[in-house]
């Protein structure tokens, strides 16, 4: 399982979350929900964890995680978004994966059961698993394969990125199973829901 993480610094992450709390608060519960995402995934049997780092993989943190879990710390290659997501579908791809989940690090109600499903589901029919946020986006994609058209001229940080993906499936005419809307962490509003519900 791959998960997309950014070094943790002041300034750099959760910076709508920031607004409202402060760039250290908010840099302190991105790194506790990535520790505790991290947690989860290696509670699941025959799981092989990759930690995908940006803009590298030297952050101290990511070298505790790496301990802690016992996982393996790739660097996130391209210029946006998508191609660094592509990029490492591809490459696990290549490596003869058969089944590839990939998650950020932001959507905490993301349970092991979700990833338990998505697997389940692509040993099935399903050729693409995705869990749906409450904004219009997704928080984790599974695949069977590597689908640069899923990645490519998407308009990324929207409202719309759920919508398009689902679009380009058609398209393509893939089996896509829709696990459970979760709720992103993008700012404070974001958060106090989070805290109220879990």
């Not at 790739?74 to 998650?103: K, T, V, W």
């Not at 059961?113 to 409450?134: C, E, G, Q, S, Y």
């Amino acid at each position: 399982m791959m998960v997309f993480a950014k070094s943790p610094l002041p300034g750099k992450v959760k910076t709508r979350l920031a607004k409202g709390i402060g760039n250290k608060n908010a840099t302190m519960i991105y790194k506790k929900m990535l520790y505790e995402h991290l947690k989860k995934i290696s509670s699941i049997p025959d799981v092989s964890i990759q930690l995908w780092c940006y803009p590298d993989t030297r952050h101290p943190f990511f070298l505790r995680c790496a301990r802690d879990f016992d996982m393996v710390l790739m660097r996130q290659s391209g210029a946006d978004l998508g191609r660094r997501m592509s990029y490492a579908f591809r490459q696990n791809a290549m490596h003869g994966s058969r089944i590839m989940i990939l998650s950020g690090t932001d959507i905490p109600g993301i349970e092991v059961h979700d990833i338990k499903m998505a697997i389940r589901h692509l040993k099935d029919k399903a050729d693409v698993v995705l869990t749906p946020t409450l904004d219009g986006g997704y928080g984790l994609i599974a695949m069977k394969k590597s689908l640069p058209a899923v990645f490519t001229n998407m308009s990324w940080s929207t409202c719309w990125v759920l919508e398009q993906t689902l679009q380009r499936l058609k398209r393509l005419r893939l089996n896509v199973y829709l696990l459970q809307h979760r709720r992103d962490i993008d700012d404070r509003q974001d958060y106090r829901l989070y805290l109220r519900e879990s």
